[in-house]
Nanobody, 127 residues
């Protein structure tokens, strides 16, 4: 069991940057692959970025490739999403997710692959 709490969201001008944080309650944080998803009004929750247990392998949605960076700090039980060059279409509630895995190198991109979810944090990029 792990609880996830996102923070760092807010209102930002288009073209600006935001760093989201996801703090995990479990000391077994290193046992989880992590991901970020987002959901805009009227849309399905969609994959944004994922990182393996080791932190050495990552994956990004095409829409954010080159602009967003996912990373993790094992010592702090925290995963981050650095969001640069924000666009109005990035506006959404962003959710952190954790998946139990024995693999150090696998990452996951589907909603139904994840075991735990945070409450979400709103990011609004205004033009």
């Amino acid at each position: 069991q792990v609880q996830l709490v996102e923070s760092g969201g807010g209102l930002v001008q288009a073209g600006g940057s935001v760093r989201l944080s996801c703090a995990a309650s479990a000391s077994t944080f290193s046992s989880y692959a992590m991901g970020w998803f987002r959901q805009a009004p009227g849309k399905e929750r969609e994959f944004v970025a994922a990182v393996s247990r080791s932190g050495g392998r990552t994956s990004y949605a095409d829409s954010v490739q080159g602009r967003f960076t996912i990373s993790r700090d094992i010592a702090k039980n925290t995963v981050y999403l650095q969001m640069n060059s924000l666009k109005p279409e990035d506006t959404a509630v962003y959710y952190c997710a954790a998946k139990i895995t024995y693999s150090s190198s696998f990452y996951y991109t589907r909603r139904d692959e994840y075991d735990y979810w945070g409450q979400g944090t709103q990011v609004t990029a205004s033009s």
